[in-house]
């Protein structure tokens, strides 16, 4: 299925039908930078210079790095022009809504395949359980009037609350034509006394045993599966059904205000044997930490909180290394509907929990793969799609240069300037 695509209305320059070289660069190879000329053709990376080459572009010693990829936001939809304008303007191509309201993206949808447009693919309605996230946030918007009743169940979420269920709602998530399937667990360690008590509601999710089966019907309908979760446990559920991306790292909320001095406790610690299989499966991990780490940036060393907050990040730091060590592909997601993946990345940084390259790899590669799998994207390599952005300085010196654009180039055309 092929993802919806924004528009941006100006600033294109189309390059030339023939073969580009580009010159004058210091290319990202995933581990280092390294200076060398680079051909296109048709919008894809060549192998090797061709017989002709139709133009020539210096990049004047810029560092080139693939398109950033915003992993996890549910902030595009129709009206929101200045979000896709803000996004481009960052260096983000490429947007993965891992829930949405269908009626809510309508003119977004009517504007497809532009190669030089911002792309979103969009999950459409979530599976979760009897009083399940999101249906929280169901209430709230009917509450305010920004929904009716009928933009809950049947369309932003539906109820799986068994086989029965599942065998009769299946057909309506995929009438909706989702790029892939949302599901959620929370704190499924506890399933059956949160189902049992209504103060949790919000706050429970699917049962896990209906999971594997969710994720069979998934993959043979050729869809791709993430999951919410909360807990380690919850991760533990994710993995052994086999989904294909894991969305927020353990640890990254607490239930409540009141609750954050449980985030350091071993309900939010990856298992090492579940990491393990997650790396033997290729999952991808979406990080969705930033507002967490910036919460806690505000302690001053001499802060009451600040032993507390130095033990989230010691526990948030082992959960990203162990995921790291067993060779799962960790991708950068913000979920912050006011913020965006530069923001995450650049938190993530400042609190040190991964080194530059391995932010890089994060916001440029492994987001590009989870949201476009099928597509050659987030590699500076021939066959894949002549997509790349070109910074001032060296972000594995200085991390922060992620944000001092100076070209922008998105299937071997150039856009106008950031």
């Known amino acids: 299925m092929l ?45 090797g210079r061709p017989e002709a080459v139709e133009t020539s572009v210096d990049l004047g010693g810029g560092y080139v790095v693939p398109p950033f990829a915003e992993a996890h936001n549910h902030n595009v939809h129709d ?33 497809l395949d532009r190669p030089d447009a911002l792309e979103v693919v969009f ?17 709230r918007n ?11 169940e049947g369309a932003f979420l539906h109820t799986i609350a068994g086989a029965d269920d599942l065998e009769r709602k299946w057909p309506v998530l995929l009438a909706a034509k989702p790029d892939f399937v949302k599901t959620y667990l929370l ?19 699917l049962d896990p045993a209906l999971l594997p089966a969710i994720v069979a019907r998934a993959h043979a309908a050729g869809l791709r599966v993430s999951t919410h979760v909360e807990t380690a446990t919850d991760f533990h559920h994710a993995v052994a059904a086999g989904v294909d991306e894991v969305n927020h790292l353990p640890g990254f909320r607490p239930e409540g205000e009141e609750n954050v001095a449980r985030l350091v406790t071993d309900t939010y610690r990856i298992r090492a ?21 910036e919460t ?43 913020g965006d993946v530069v923001r995450e990345a650049l938190a993530i940084h400042r609190a040190g929990l991964l080194r530059p390259q391995e932010l890089l790899v994060a916001l440029c590669r492994h987001g590009a793969e989870t949201t476009l799998p099928a597509r050659r994207v987030g590699r500076l390599e021939p066959g894949f799609e002549a997509s790349f952005l070109v910074l ?10 992620i944000r001092a654009l100076r070209r922008r180039v998105k299937q071997g055309r150039v856009l106008g300037p950031p």
Request: glycine share 14%; proline share 4%; no cysteine.
């Open 187 to 205: 704190y499924s360690e506890e399933y059956a006394e949160r189902l049992a008590s209504e103060a949790t509601s919000g706050w429970r999710g």
């Open 392 to 401: 001032e300085g060296d972000p594995l010196a200085d991390f922060t240069r």
């Open 296 to 338: 806690l940036e505000r302690f001053a060393p001499d802060a009451p909180e600040r032993e507390l907050a130095d033990a989230i990040l010691g526990l948030l730091a082992e959960n990203l290394a162990l995921l790291l060590d067993n060779g799962v592909r960790l991708a950068l997601g913000s979920d912050e509907y006011e």
């Open 142 to 152: 009917v509450a305010r009037g920004l929904w009716t009743e009928a933009d809950g």
């Open 273 to 293: 044997e579940d990491a393990r299989a997650a790396g033997e499966r290729g999952l991808y991990v979406v990080t969705t930490i930033g507002g967490l780490l």
């Open 123 to 139: 999950a459409r309605g979530g599976l979760t359980g009897p009083g399940g996230h999101p249906l929280d946030l169901v209430r």
């Open 79 to 111: 009206g929101a022009e200045a979000t896709v304008a803000a996004y481009l303007a960052a260096g983000v191509f490429y947007v993965k809504s891992p829930n949405d309201l269908p009626r809510a993206t309508t003119s977004i949808l009517s504007s």
């Open 3 to 47: 993802p919806a695509s924004v528009a941006l209305t100006t600033g294109l320059l189309l390059a030339q039908s023939g073969a580009v070289e580009w010159t004058g660069g210091k290319w990202f190879d995933g581990r280092e930078f390294r200076e060398r000329t680079v051909y296109a053709r048709g919008g894809v990376f060549l192998d």
